[in-house]
C-alpha cells in the first residue's frame, strides 16, 4: 500500500440499522472494509467519526485490487459539494469482507454504509484514494 499522506481530513461512516438486522453483525460489516474503528449505536444508526486517513485503508486496497478505479473516481467526484465528498458501500458485501461500491443507495437492498470525506485538500485526499 502507498504511504497514508498527511492530510487533515473528517471522515464520517454512517449506517441504518433496521429492526430485522443484528446490530453485531451491521458493526462486522463496517469494521471489515473501515480499519481500526469503533462504530458507536445511536438509536439506530451505526457511526464512526475520525480524522484518521488510514481507516480507509481496506477501501483503498481493495478498490485497486478489483479493477474499479474509474467507477470510485467518477462517483468521488459526482457526489463532490465544496470541500467535501461521498460514496456508499454495499452493506452485504461489506459483512463478507468485499468492498463494493454503489453508484446509487438501492443498489444495497439492506441500505449502503456511507461514507463522507471532507478536507480541505480533498483533490490530495481523491487521488490517495484512486493513485492518480
Known sequence: ???VPDIAVDIRVECQVYPSEDPAKVIRA???VVSNCSPELVDSMLRVVTKNLEVLSTIYEQVRSRRVMGVFRKVLLN???ANSTWFYLNKQAAY?????VCEDESES???????TMT?????SVINWLIQL
Open 1 to 3: 500500500m502507498k504511504e
Open 30 to 32: 463496517i469494521k471489515n
Open 79 to 81: 457526489n463532490m459539494i
Open 96 to 100: 463478507v469482507g468485499t468492498v463494493s
Open 109 to 115: 437492498p439492506l441500505g449502503p454504509i456511507k461514507v
Open 119 to 123: 478536507s480541505e485538500e480533498l483533490e
